[in-house]
């Protein structure tokens, strides 16, 4: 479980941080636009830090597996 918590807790930070960072560049957008904006970065945010996380992942374990494959010739 400790391999989720970790990409979670940092996407959630990032996207906050980048919801914080499109308020302080667009401070007067405001009403239901700037709540969609919001919510659009907060979303984009979230899911790249996600796949960039997981991608990362993915090619370590591939990697290992290719080693162990060829180890095993």
Same mark, same amino acid.
């Given at each position: 479980m400790g391999w989720l918590i970790g990409p979670t807790l940092f996407s959630l930070l990032l996207a906050f941080l980048a919801v914080k960072l499109f308020e302080y560049v667009f401070p007067g957008v405001m009403g239901w636009l700037g709540s969609v904006a /919001?919510?659009?970065?907060? &979303? &984009?945010?979230?899911?790249?830090?996600?796949?960039? !996380?997981?991608?990362?992942?993915?090619?370590?374990?591939? /990697?290992?597996? /290719?080693? !162990?494959?060829g180890e095993g010739k």
């Open positions: /919001r919510f659009g970065v907060f &979303i &984009i945010t979230w899911t790249t830090v996600t796949v960039v !996380a997981g991608m990362h992942g993915f090619t370590g374990k591939v /990697r290992q597996l /290719r080693q !162990a494959i």
